[in-house]
């Protein structure tokens, strides 16, 4: 079955560093891949997506991801953090089975930016 | 405003007593899914149906039960309440395909004593 692998559980950062947060997928075929961010105490809302084409997928607020398919890997980044991305980060896949599609997520980063 | 609603946000249930999380959708989609969040382990898929009238188990069906007898609605059982399940609980919808995101209701935390 169709896993996601997100390596760092809890990310800190001061406002204007640099931010990647780590992805990884099992499957080697097809994949649908997105990010989600849940702001605290707020339901989870759409970061970005891949499905096909280019690599670099530009999303939200200044986000981009890449695929890697040769490392099964789909990385957040962004360039400069703000206090607002204080958030939770999780990393999906489309996983096919039983002839119909379903999210499967990581568990999760969660991000705290300081001022 | 269009969207998932779920009802309640918040309750309290005492072990061995059941209750109904309602999920109600505007957007006329066809798949509707039931995720629990739990802390350090992410979203896992509880029940999901891919129109009214069908609905199959997700990753970690033990313990609840849904219906769909309307395209809108898409309620979550839980017969008899196990601390293991207090956890905070989403409901999403999707129009179907794999070209879509989901949209998230703003979810309901229950806690089982």
């Known amino acids: 079955a169709q896993s996601v692998s997100q390596h760092n559980h809890h990310v800190i950062l001061s406002e204007a560093a640099s931010l990647e947060l780590g992805c990884n997928y099992s499957y080697g075929g097809t994949v649908n891949l997105f990010w989600y961010v849940q702001y605290p105490g707020q339901h989870l809302q759409l970061l970005l997506k891949y499905f096909s084409g280019d690599p670099l997928v530009k999303g939200i607020k200044g986000f981009e991801a890449e695929f890697i398919k040769s490392k099964f890997s789909f990385n957040l980044r962004k360039p400069s953090v703000q206090w607002s991305d204080t958030a939770e980060y999780f990393c999906a896949v489309i996983s096919f089975s039983g002839g119909y599609n379903k999210l499967i997520f990581g568990a999760g980063t969660r991000l705290a930016v300081h001022p | 405003n269009a969207g998932v609603t779920q009802t309640p946000k918040f309750r309290i249930l005492k072990i061995g007593q059941s209750m109904t999380l309602q999920c109600a959708q505007d957007m006329n989609h066809n798949y509707m899914y039931w995720y629990r969040q739990d802390p350090g382990m992410g979203l896992k898929l509880i029940y999901y149906s891919v129109g009214a009238g069908i609905t199959d188990k997700g990753e970690v069906p033990n313990g609840y039960n849904v219906s769909r007898s309307t395209t809108e609605d898409f309620p979550l059982r839980l017969e008899l309440a196990a601390p293991s399940q207090t956890s905070v609980y989403f409901c999403?919808?999707?129009?179907?395909?794999?070209?879509?995101?989901?949209?998230f209701g703003s979810g309901t935390r229950l806690t089982v004593v």
């Open positions: 999403a919808s999707s129009p179907g395909g794999t070209a879509y995101g989901y949209t």
